[in-house]
């Protein structure tokens, strides 16, 4: 049989004082019931009080760790989630901030470089075209100067066409040998003129333009000459009136106008 006890053991200081207060209330009782019946049955009460004395500190302690067990808290999971909600969802929510500064940075990075990629191929591209723009002006710009010069040539051809036909009417010819003749009598007007002439055009000369009869004009003909063209000798000059010379000195004169 397991050995009673009057000091079993607590589970803690406060229990124990506690127990400690309701044993001394017991005995304080036990003794005064003692005192008084302590002549009558001695032994009796004696027997009887211890046994009452381990009887109540059995309750006393069965009621304290019962009290004690009562006491020990339970974890609430729940509880628990709703006093750190505030803590939760801030960790939630930088986890989340972070993940998408993450993926921005990295979608940023890699739209960079898809951007600069396109761009340098869009550029590549661009260059191309310029170049071919440049090349076909250029082509354009010189089939242009062709086409001017070209056309300038025909039109200059023109010009001498006509300028041809005018000198060769009889009045416009009548009109040349005339100027020539006065130009050569300017230098001295004493002298003999020689006027070279085709055989064709000595009968219009004598009778159309030579006004003054005088021997001192002496026309003479030259089949070299072409129809229209004179050439006038004097003692210290020669004036060549011949239509070729003419029209060739006509035609330096509009190149060097059209040229420049």
């Known amino acids: 049989m397991e050995k009673q006890t009057m000091f079993p053991r607590l589970k803690s200081s406060s229990n124990f004082s506690r127990w400690s207060n309701t044993i001394m209330d017991k005995i304080m009782t036990v003794k005064k019931i003692s005192e008084v019946h302590y002549k009558e049955s001695r032994v009796k009460i004696g027997t009887r009080t211890i046994e009452a004395i381990n009887e109540t500190i059995e309750t006393d302690r069965s009621d304290l760790d019962k009290n004690e067990t009562d006491k020990k808290p339970e974890v609430d999971i729940e509880q628990l989630k709703f006093l750190y909600q505030n803590e939760i969802e801030k960790i939630e929510s ?25 761009n340098a ?12 723009i440049e090349s076909l002006d250029k082509a354009l710009v010189e089939k242009s100067e062709a086409i001017v010069s070209n056309q300038k040539e025909q039109l200059l051809e023109v010009i001498f066409s006509i300028i041809g ?17 006065e130009a050569a009598a300017t230098t ?16 219009f000369i004598e009778s159309e333009v030579l006004t003054d009869k005088s021997d001192k004009y002496k026309v003479v003909e030259d089949k070299s000459l072409n129809n229209g063209g004179i050439y006038i000798e004097t003692d210290n000059c020669t004036l060549d009136a011949r239509l070729e010379i003419i029209l060739s000195n006509v035609k330096k004169l509009l190149r060097a106008k059209y040229d420049g």
């Open 121 to 132: 191929e869009k550029i590549s591209e661009l260059d191309k075209k310029l170049e071919l």
């Open 165 to 181: 036909n005018l000198i060769e009417e009889p009045s416009f010819y009548k009109d040349l040998v005339s100027k020539t003749i």
């Open 94 to 118: 930088d986890v989340r901030a972070a993940a998408k500064k993450q993926g921005y940075e990295e979608g940023l990075v890699k739209a960079q470089k898809e951007t600069d990629a396109s």
């Open 188 to 203: 001295n007007k004493e002298q003999v003129y020689t006027i070279f002439v085709h055989p064709n055009d000595k009968h």
